[in-house]
């Protein structure tokens, strides 16, 4: 039973920095792309960034690039989003998500469907 459990949302202020987490359970593929992705009601879920589960495929979408870092912590199955320098249109709820196999750019631009499990989700709101 396959468990993604996000924490960390929150408000803050533009410029301000936020770090999301999500608690990993029951993967059992021995290759495992996890993503971050995020969603604004009346929009389409959109990629953020990827990382495999062997520390490579690390991707980010353009308008996240240099402001937020993915890292993983393999002992503890917590995979992590460091968002710095927020701006108010990075306002959304954001997910973790995993898939079998290793991530790809496609991931990143439009890899909602290929994503079997989703945690439930964690606001973040930027003012």
């Known amino acids: 039973h396959v468990q993604l459990v996000e924490s960390g949302g929150g408000s803050v202020q533009a410029g301000g920095s936020l770090t999301l987490s999500c608690a990993v359970a029951g993967l059992s593929s021995s290759y495992n792309c996890m993503a971050w992705f995020r969603q604004v009601p009346g929009k389409e879920r959109e990629g953020v960034a990827t990382?495999?589960?062997?520390?490579?495929?690390?991707y980010y979408a353009d308008y996240v690039k240099d402001r937020f870092t993915i890292s993983q912590d393999l002992v503890n199955h917590v995979l992590y989003l460091q968002m710095d320098s927020l701006k108010p249109e990075d306002t959304a709820v954001y997910y973790c998500?995993?898939?079998?196999?290793?991530?790809?750019?496609?991931?990143?631009?439009?890899?909602?469907?290929?994503?079997?499990?989703w945690g439930q989700g964690t606001q973040v709101t930027v003012s």
């Open positions: 990382i495999d589960n062997n520390g490579g495929g690390i």
């Open positions: 998500a995993s898939r079998g196999g290793i991530c790809s750019t496609s991931d990143v631009s439009g890899g909602v469907p290929s994503f079997a499990y």
